[in-house]
């Protein structure tokens, strides 16, 4: 599903983020990334959809080897993955519903599949009585179910999100979490970037924690193991 084979990664500004990681993560698992700030958590996670290359090392996703993909081939290889940001990057003109029905628009999806696909995932998310809303009517907790809502229309084999309970109160954080986990009980990959201790030490899942730009540990079933 998801391998990397001694992965490094140094900027131009000569800052080494990532430090020989080597890691692989199953069909189905559910994965928190943790560490401290700077520890390269950022830089692991983008690596996995391309919008970061390793300086040197291996990295294959879906069965795609990603450090000798063509940048015209990125945006074909996303299609198979749901992204998920802090910040929920939707698109501010468009409604509830045509935030997501966009994910499927734009790989040219027929327009019966694409209404019963993004009512379906809208449902599942809690927001089926929200299609005509835009963003700016939302709260953050319902513009984050948009984002996952618009990661998921699609099907993809794995979800990658980056803080995505970064910016809400820990009620609406575990409404998110609940979304997640029945996404993942749906047989689907999901790899968080967290640093929210309550959420990793409550609902356990394999902990990979990264410091120093290096794996430290890995455990199924760990905590948080950092002062929250």
Not at 11 to 30: L, M, R, T, W
Not at 89 to 110: G, M, S, W
Not at 142 to 160: D, L, S, Y
Not at 195 to 200: E, K
């Amino acid at each position: 599903m998801i391998t990397m084979n001694n992965v490094h990664k140094e900027y131009d500004n000569g800052v080494k983020a990532v430090n020989g990681i080597s890691v692989k993560i199953k069909q189905g698992e559910f994965v928190y990334v943790v560490g401290p700030s700077g520890a390269g958590k950022s830089t692991f996670i983008k690596m996995m959809f391309r919008e970061q290359k390793p300086t040197t090392g291996s990295i294959n996703v879906n069965g795609l080897s990603l450090e000798s993909l063509h940048e015209r081939d990125i945006p074909y290889f996303r299609r198979n993955l749901g992204i998920v940001f802090q910040d929920f990057r939707l698109l501010p003109k468009l409604t509830v519903y045509e935030n997501v029905a966009f994910a499927l628009e734009v790989i040219e999806e027929e327009p019966e599949v694409i209404s019963k696909r993004v009512l379906e995932v809208l449902q599942l998310v809690g927001l089926k009585h929200k299609t005509s809303s835009f963003p700016n009517q939302l709260s953050g907790g319902e513009q984050q179910r948009v984002a996952i809502a618009r990661a998921i229309v699609n099907k993809p084999k794995v979800v990658i999100a980056d803080e995505p309970t970064g910016n809400l109160d820990m009620d609406t954080s575990w409404e998110i979490m609940d979304i997640f986990k029945e996404i993942n009980k749906q047989g689907t990959t999901i790899i968080m970037a967290t640093h929210n201790a309550d959420i990793v030490n409550t609902i356990k899942n394999r902990v990979i924690a990264i410091e120093g730009g290096k794996i430290v540990r890995d455990e199924i079933n760990g905590g948080y193991g950092y002062e929250s």
